[in-house]
């Protein structure tokens, strides 16, 4: 596609990219605490959110602008395999409605601002609490890498090339998330979820008519796989057992990440998450139709360096450029709100459950809040090392393991709201050999999120995160089966 640069897209991106900068900074005394020096107040927003600003806020730290890139990418790679985030981002609701009430009483009634919190708070085992805590902010970093690559792709398609506007553009995220932390993103999330709604609907209502219909775009799509020999409109049989569990594997996974626990304990009450479990599902919806752009981009018979470039060319080649320029702040808009939301989520992860409980015991409120904001500062910069010095494929590699990785604290964060059964060094070693069997397995495949298994019929393909999940509980069991009880450090 042609990196022209478009002076009325440039100027469009640049007007509501000022905008969000301002609402970033102007957070900082939007429902304005009495201090931000507590890690409460800075990193949880006071836990006072309601409604509609959590909706805001979870919609926007999980469905980012690597979800508007890379899910028409995947679709317009390999097709209907593409759309297992649907029934991902459909079965994760039911979970959300059922568990996350309880965490948030927990980690409301005793103070907790972390997964680590809850975990050392329910066995007393710092050695669980540093492994669930490791485990969330390597599983951060790379997704926050992807934001970076979301980003990159509106760039590239705005003309502008090299490191330093996407620089640019994080080194105002820092500044106004340090000053204003949660409160920051979930200012903007307002003004980034409606932006998106605008331009997902107008892509779908207006993409298909310059294409000559939806029935063109399907036939376009199905002639251009059937050409490369690699994707198809509707699932293969050896594909079935690969999307459930993939789609099941990720939604288990999808609210153990430090970011979405962050705008749950962040939420002002159980009944608050429990809304928003039933209203959330209204972003399935926009991600089914993001999904579609993919096959809008054979219809439009794109030229492509890469599959993360379908959307913005497809805004680039079919719309003005004003609107263009409006979408493209969409994309990048939404990029810096999860960005935001995990540097956050991962400093609180390592003020709480490293610095506090290794380095300084007797930290005050307000240290601990000043160790978390410069603490967020190290995380987009490390994120951005990521994008510079290392090929995109790599950080693409490292994001199948995050969903991995992070499944693996679920044992130890979840069971113990429900049971006092497991015990700390059984819930261990279940997590060391769910982690590192689960990364093993990925390495030799190719890092490839699915492993091959075949059990003397048809061989077929299962999310390695389930497996390794499946080896962690089992392990746990046989542990736990061995291990001498303990009373747990509180119930």
Do not use: C
């Amino acid at each position: 596609m042609t990196t022209d640069i478009d002076g009325t897209a440039l100027a469009v991106f640049l007007f509501f990219f000022a905008l969000v900068t301002v609402l970033g900074f102007v957070a900082s005394r939007w429902r304005k605490p009495e201090t931000l020096a507590h890690i409460d107040e800075w990193g949880l927003g006071g836990r006072s959110f309601g409604t509609w600003i959590t909706w805001f806020l979870v919609g926007g730290d999980f469905y980012t602008a690597y979800t508007v890139i890379a899910v028409p990418a995947l679709v317009y790679t390999v097709g209907a395999y593409g759309f297992f985030a649907l029934p991902y981002t459909i079965v994760v609701y039911p979970f959300v409605f059922m568990v996350m009430p309880i965490l948030w009483k927990r980690a409301r009634d005793f103070g907790y601002v972390t997964a680590g919190d809850v975990v050392h708070g329910q066995y007393g085992s710092r050695g669980l609490e540093l492994a669930v805590a490791a485990t969330g902010v390597i599983a951060t970093m790379p997704y926050i890498a992807l934001q970076l690559v979301g980003m990159t792709a509106v760039l590239k398609a705005l003309g502008l090339h090299g490191e330093l506007p996407l620089a640019i553009a994080f080194i105002v995220l820092a500044l106004y998330t340090y000053s204003a932390g949660l409160r920051a993103p979930a200012l903007i999330a307002f003004v980034k979820d409606i932006m998106i709604y605008i331009v997902v609907i107008a892509a779908v209502a207006l993409i298909p008519s310059k294409l000559g219909g939806y029935a063109n775009v399907f036939a376009s799509a199905d002639a251009a796989f059937q050409a490369k020999g690699k994707g198809d409109l509707l699932l293969a049989g050896n594909q079935y057992v690969a999307y459930a569990t993939l789609a099941f594997g990720s939604a288990l996974a999808a609210f153990m990440y430090p970011h979405t626990l962050t705008g749950i304990f962040a939420s002002n009450s159980g009944k608050t998450i429990r809304k928003n479990a039933v209203l959330l599902p209204a972003y399935t919806l926009l991600l089914g139709l993001l999904a579609l752009l993919g096959y809008m981009g054979h219809a439009a018979g794109l030229k492509l360096d890469s599959a993360n470039d379908v959307v913005p060319a497809l805004f680039r080649t079919l719309f003005s450029g004003w609107f263009s320029g409006f979408a493209f702040a969409a994309i990048a808009i939404g990029a810096l709100v999860p960005a935001a939301v995990m540097s956050i989520g991962a400093a609180n992860l390592f003020t709480r459950n490293f610095w506090k409980a290794y380095v300084d015991p007797n930290v005050s409120d307000a240290g601990e809040a000043k160790v978390a904001k410069l603490t967020s500062l190290v995380v987009k910069v490390g994120a951005l090392l990521v994008i510079i010095f290392l090929p995109t494929q790599f950080a693409l590699d490292l994001q199948l393991l995050g969903g991995i990785w992070i499944l693996q604290t679920l044992p130890a964060l979840v069971f113990g709201l429900y049971t006092n059964w497991f015990r700390a060094p059984s819930l261990l070693a279940g997590w060391f050999v769910g982690f590192i069997g689960g990364t093993f397995l990925v390495w030799d495949a190719g890092w490839k999120p699915l492993h091959l298994i075949s059990l003397g019929g048809e061989p077929f393909s299962i999310y390695t995160g389930l497996l390794a999940l499946a080896a962690n509980i089992a392990v746990a069991v046989a542990v736990n089966a061995v291990v001498p009880a303990r009373t747990p450090a509180r119930a």
